[in-house]
């Protein structure tokens, strides 16, 4: 079993670098996030314990609403990248973020929620992000079922936490560019 264990952690790992050039290339060429991702080890860290809180609600969901609960968790990075740059003294002490942000509407509403109230979002920006991260959810569910895994396999679900991981970093590295946080080479010298 272990050996199962470590080949299937290392295909999980080509299946999560796969979401990870895919949404890159796609995010880069609708020009949400530069070539080099920003990073924001405060965002990154929140990530086990959302992922903990929201795989109850994302997994009851996927089911009949597969783009739902993959883009749920792309909002939900954008809407961590905000909190970090508005108040990180007080949004990162909050236990559970991501039942903090579920409570306002309800886990159905969650992503008005998120564009209204985090992202402060309306009009033309505001349907703009619900197709983008629509889109992506798309592309990336589209990646997984040609896997050809076995639904309700431990393989499964590893999957899916990859898809969710790869969202999450990505919704958080799209709103750090929104807010002008960018990677790029500074030139040395005078």
């Known amino acids: 079993m272990e050996q199962f264990d470590e ?3 290392t295909a999980v790992s080509s299946f999560e670098q796969q979401l990870h050039q895919d949404l890159h290339q796609f995010l880069l060429s609708m020009k ?3 070539e080099r991702l920003p990073e924001c080890p405060d965002v990154e ?3 086990e314990p959302i992922a903990k809180a929201y795989i109850p609600d994302g997994i009851r969901e996927f089911q009949d609403f597969p783009s739902v609960s993959l883009g749920w968790v792309m909002y939900i990075g954008m809407a961590v990248a905000k909190m970090w740059d508005l108040e990180w003294e007080i949004y990162s002490k909050i236990e559970d973020l991501y039942a903090f942000m579920r409570n306002k ?3 159905d509403c969650m992503d008005e929620y998120i564009r209204e109230e985090v992202l402060l979002l ?4 505001y349907t703009a992000l619900e197709k983008l991260v629509g889109e992506c959810a798309s ?3 589209n990646v997984l079922r ?3 895994i076995e639904p309700g396999t431990k393989e499964a679900f590893h999957a899916y936490v990859s898809c969710l991981h790869q969202l999450y970093l990505f919704g958080a590295a799209m709103q750090l560019n929104r807010m002008g946080y960018h990677m790029t080479k500074q030139k040395v010298g005078c």
Do not use: A, L, M, P
């Open 7 to 9: 080949s299937f952690g």
């Open 32 to 34: 949400e996030v530069d």
């Open 45 to 47: 860290e929140k990530w």
């Open 105 to 107: 509407r309800g886990y």
């Open 122 to 125: 309306s009009g033309n920006d």
């Open 139 to 141: 592309r990336v569910y």
């Open 146 to 148: 040609h896997q050809n």
